[in-house]
């Protein structure tokens, strides 16, 4: 399963409690008048990712994260991709299991 993934966050503070390590979607069909992203609305730009290449991303910043802090999915519009985001999410939450 393939994500378009318009930029990636590796120490975002405002996007949630904590550290979060942000990722933001490409896509979005709403084109909400005040917007702050509009460059993510095209829905075939962005970068391919897989998810086991996203988590391996998220992986490295994973001790920066602390009690608080994780991962926050943003964009565009998420929900556009959301069996890869249900698939990202599933895999984060198995692994802080471990």
């Known amino acids: 399963m393939v ?3 318009h930029s990636l966050e590796s120490f ?3 996007d949630g409690p904590g550290v979060r390590y942000v ?3 490409q896509g979005c069909p709403m084109r909400c008048a005040y917007c702050h992203n509009p460059d993510t609305w095209d ?3 962005g970068k391919d990712y897989t998810v086991e290449q996203l988590l391996s991303e998220i992986r490295k910043y994973k001790h920066y994260f602390g009690s608080d802090g ?3 999915v943003s964009g565009g519009e998420p929900l556009v991709q959301i069996d890869f985001v249900t698939k990202l999410f599933k895999m984060l939450k198995a692994r802080t299991k471990n």
Do not use: L, P, Q, W
Request: a positive charge.
């Open 3 to 5: 994500g378009k993934i």
């Open 43 to 45: 829905m075939f730009a």
């Open 12 to 14: 975002g503070t405002v």
């Open 23 to 25: 990722v933001f979607f």
């Open 70 to 72: 994780g991962v926050t």
